[in-house]
């Protein structure tokens, strides 16, 4: 099935957290990351999957991501340089609550 002319997909993701810290107390916080496609153009699910892909096999390319081996994605010298390139280029990005 495929987008009419003037259609788009929308793409919503959000992680809940629930915290229990060492002094007994508990909060709760989401991360939240809204995206449309573009009618006409590229969809949500493929800009969402193809450009941080790209991001991260670019700064390989250029030697700015050269450590090897295998890293969790949230390692702080991986995932901020890439999140700081997605939101600053690409209007991607996550909304960080606590409830």
């Given at each position: 099935m495929?987008?009419?002319?003037?259609?788009r997909d929308l793409v919503i993701l959000?992680?809940?957290f629930g915290i229990e810290w060492a002094d007994g107390?508990?909060?709760t916080r989401t991360s939240t990351l809204v995206d449309y496609g573009v009618p006409g153009g590229y969809s949500s699910m493929a800009k969402l999957v193809g450009v941080p892909c790209a991001v991260a096999t670019l700064q390989v390319?250029?030697?700015e991501l050269s450590t090897p081996g295998l890293f969790?994605?949230?390692?702080p010298e991986i995932n901020d340089p890439i999140m700081k390139i997605?939101?600053?280029?690409?209007?991607i990005y996550l909304t960080e609550k606590t409830l």
């Open positions: 495929q987008y009419g002319p003037n259609e959000q992680h809940k107390t508990t909060e390319l250029n030697g969790a994605p949230m390692t997605l939101k600053d280029e690409y209007n």
